[in-house]
């Protein structure tokens, strides 16, 4: 197997999905990809709120902080791998049992951090997702040929400072594209 060191690198991007993509989940989706190698891709629609909120996911764990945390935080779609599994993103460290994935972008997967991210959440600082997107090699580059997305450089603020459907519109005016713009067929000419 020869190795494409020239093949695109989607690590640090928003995947806006474009109008043809129709697949369910990442239908006008908004996908953050945390990490992109020769294996693959991985990363989280941060634009989908679930009918759940995160107080009632944090009720069900037995989390003694529940009670604190407002009842209108959602919890997010974060894609269709293991969407059993919940994650927390937020743009500080919240505790010593978080990674910085990127720059200014923490992930935690352990539970144990949850009872000290209520304040990260209610201020915004934070988002819980459940599931995540993966992409097996080469599939993200076939699908960014297919033209299934358009990428945008991650920026905190369209994650942490807008709510979650006004976040692929943020994304895409860090390019100056108003989402009325992109057609169907985009680059089938």
């Not at 699908?143 to 997305?149: L, P």
């Amino acid at each position: 197997m020869e190795l494409h060191t020239d093949s695109p690198q989607f690590q640090g991007q928003f995947l806006v999905s474009m109008p043809d993509l129709r697949d369910g989940v990442f239908e006008s989706s908004l996908v953050l990809v945390c990490e992109h190698n020769d294996t693959g891709a991985m990363g989280f629609i941060v634009n989908k709120p679930t009918d759940f909120s995160v107080q009632e996911i944090f009720e069900q764990l037995g989390i003694d902080t529940a009670a604190y945390l407002d009842p209108d935080v959602p919890v997010m779609t974060g894609g269709p791998v293991e969407p059993q599994r919940g994650f927390l993103l937020s743009n500080h460290p919240i505790s010593d049992d978080v990674v910085e994935v990127l720059d200014g972008l923490f992930l935690a997967s352990s539970p144990d951090v949850l009872p000290n991210a209520v304040d990260a959440l209610n201020q915004g600082d934070a988002i819980f997702v459940l599931g995540y997107s993966g992409w097996s090699e080469g599939q993200l580059e076939q699908e960014m040929q297919g033209n299934a997305w358009l990428n945008v450089p991650w920026d905190a603020d369209v994650v942490f400072q807008f709510p979650s459907a006004d976040r692929q519109r943020a994304a895409l005016a860090q390019l100056g594209i108003d989402p009325i713009q992109i057609s169907q067929g985009a680059g089938h000419a």
